[in-house]
């Protein structure tokens, strides 16, 4: 296995969750983009749960991040936060277990990358009846086709998130 997968435990299990309102905007704006994604994986792969499958373990499931990766990842998430946060950072390490690996051979983009970056900035996510909630905020719940857009919502550069926070437009 690739330090690749070490290097995302480790990111991982830095991440504390604050809440920083104030980076709302953003993160918001990241979990669409997550969405966005991971709408064209479902469209390729119909068995995988929306919002949150695994979508390594449909390329290959028999790669998979070692264990002692995936028992640092759930040490490392706190009980506060929503099912889903820990479910969506164990299926991104398992991810890069196989992007490492070199077995992601869809010409589809990362899932997890603007998800991770999210959970960086601040809060985790939860899925209520009727929104993904970021904080006090939330994006109306749909179907991956609902979320299927060609492009980008947002880049996942500092800069434009930052603009993004401040309430400029792009």
Not at 1 to 18: H, Y
Not at 24 to 41: A, I, N, T, V
Not at 50 to 71: F, I, K, Q, S, Y
Not at 85 to 107: D, I, K, M, P
């Amino acid at each position: 296995m690739n330090d690749s997968v070490a290097l995302l435990a480790e990111r991982i299990a830095t991440f504390n969750f604050p809440e920083e309102k104030s980076r709302q905007k953003s993160q918001l704006s990241l979990l669409h983009e997550y969405l966005r994604r991971f709408s064209f994986w479902v469209g390729a792969y119909s068995d995988l749960d929306w919002p949150a499958g695994d979508a390594a373990a449909m390329v290959n499931p028999g790669v998979r991040a070692a264990p002692e990766l995936v028992a640092k990842i759930k040490d490392a998430i706190p009980v506060y936060e929503p099912p889903v946060v820990e479910e969506t950072c164990l299926n991104a390490l398992h991810f890069e277990a196989l992007r490492s690996a070199g077995q992601v051979t869809a010409n589809l983009p990362c899932p997890y990358d603007p998800l991770l970056l999210m959970y960086e900035r601040g809060h985790g996510f939860k899925i209520s009846q009727g929104y993904f909630e970021v904080g006090t905020s939330g994006i109306k719940k749909g179907r991956p086709r609902d979320f299927r857009a060609a492009d980008p919502i947002v880049p996942l550069d500092a800069e434009t998130l930052a603009a993004i926070d401040r309430g400029e437009t792009l």
